[in-house]
């Protein structure tokens, strides 16, 4: 299947009839140059969820806001398509932030293994190398905000990476060996969330809209779609385990993610230790019986309706922008992310 922006960007950056203009090849660059350990493991980009989507997203909405009709200090700048080059330039800088998050997160607890997974000299060789690529792309990517030589685009994305950290920290924290998942509740799970997954995209959002001298207001409905629809992408990846007609009985699927905490919301905290315990069998849980508890109840219908709250949200957003091919790709990711059927 195809990666999902191939089905919604427009025809100014998917034609194949013309060479891809200078900006577009930011995405192009993302999609087969990457080295086959990376791309054949899925860890950049699987099939249907494209990794690359956040560096699309700056570039559509770049090019939906254009340029400032009253600040008027930026015209000068190179721009190709409706979109700067500092734009350009901050799409590539919010990948490299987030590829480098995921090769972070490829570290293996040397703990937990087994003599099934392989060496432990292999294993130790391979935390070292993930450690070092990602804190080379972190490295490039400070580099290239520096080169944007604007102050506040530099707060933005270092907050962003800040959020990262935190939100990663809180996603380790909650996991546990003994099943038993924090009783976290629904708005703190979204906060959460947010961290880890939402305020990169938001907040390169903003900096594009500040790149380009937009004002604030302009800047904060950036910053609401950009929010809103990956919070939409998050939700809609938690739900796929649950909705899927061939689901393997040995899949396993994140006991922190949005079904299962509506579903202990509903349920109580006692009851879902209950079905906890009652799913556990030899110290193993068995996912396929526990998954088939949760679609009974109601937690995975309000994910779903949480999932297109927050992509009628970012389709609210995105009316403060005129309308144009961009402002439709746009949508189209949303009603992308939000459709199950």
């Known amino acids: 299947r195809l990666p999902i922006w191939s089905a919604v960007a427009p025809s100014w950056l998917t034609a194949a009839s013309a060479p891809p203009q200078p900006w577009a090849q930011i995405i192009l660059r993302y999609i087969n140059p990457l080295p086959s350990l990376l791309v054949g493991r899925g860890l950049v980009h699987?099939?249907?969820?494209?990794?690359?989507?956040?560096?699309l997203v700056v570039l559509l909405i770049s090019k939906a806001a254009g340029p400032s009709s009253v600040n008027t200090s930026c015209q000068n700048y190179d721009m190709v398509s409706g979109i700067y080059s500092c734009q350009r330039s901050l799409a590539e800088i919010t990948e490299l932030i987030h590829t480098a998050l995921l090769v972070h997160r490829g570290i293996v607890n040397l703990n937990e293994l087994q003599s099934s997974d392989g060496p432990l000299k292999d294993m130790q060789f391979g935390n070292k190398i993930a450690i070092l690529s990602g804190d080379f792309l972190l490295a490039n990517a400070c580099n290239g905000l520096a080169l944007l030589q604007n102050?506040?685009?530099?707060?933005?994305?270092?907050?962003?990476?800040?959020?990262?950290?935190?939100?990663?920290?809180?996603?380790?924290?909650?996991?546990?060996?003994?099943?038993?998942?924090?009783?976290?509740?629904?708005?703190?799970?979204?906060?959460?969330?947010?961290?880890?997954?939402?305020?990169?995209l938001a907040k390169s959002c903003q900096a594009a809209m500040e790149l380009a001298k937009h004002d604030a207001e302009v800047q904060d409905m950036a910053f609401q779609y950009g929010k809103h629809m990956a919070m939409s992408h998050k939700i809609n990846s938690d739900v796929q385990p649950f909705i899927k007609e061939k689901t393997s009985d040995s899949m396993t699927f994140n006991l922190n993610s949005a079904p299962?905490?509506?579903h202990q919301e509903f349920l109580g905290r006692d009851l879902w230790i209950k079905q906890i315990g009652e799913a556990q069998e030899k110290g193993r849980l068995d996912y396929a019986k526990l998954r088939e508890r949760i679609k009974a109840g109601k937690g995975v219908t309000s994910a779903i309706d949480l999932c297109r709250y927050h992509g009628n949200k970012a389709l609210e957003a995105l009316e403060s922008f005129p309308p144009s091919e961009a402002r439709s790709a746009l949508e189209n990711i949303v009603f992308a992310v939000t459709r199950f059927s």
């Open 46 to 55: 699987d099939s249907w969820n494209s990794l690359q989507l956040r560096g």
């Open 151 to 200: 102050t506040k685009v530099v707060e933005l994305l270092a907050s962003a990476l800040m959020d990262l950290v935190q939100g990663v920290y809180h996603e380790n924290s909650t996991s546990k060996e003994s099943y038993i998942t924090d009783d976290i509740g629904i708005s703190t799970w979204k906060e959460q969330t947010f961290l880890s997954h939402g305020a990169l």
């Open 260 to 262: 299962v905490v509506l």
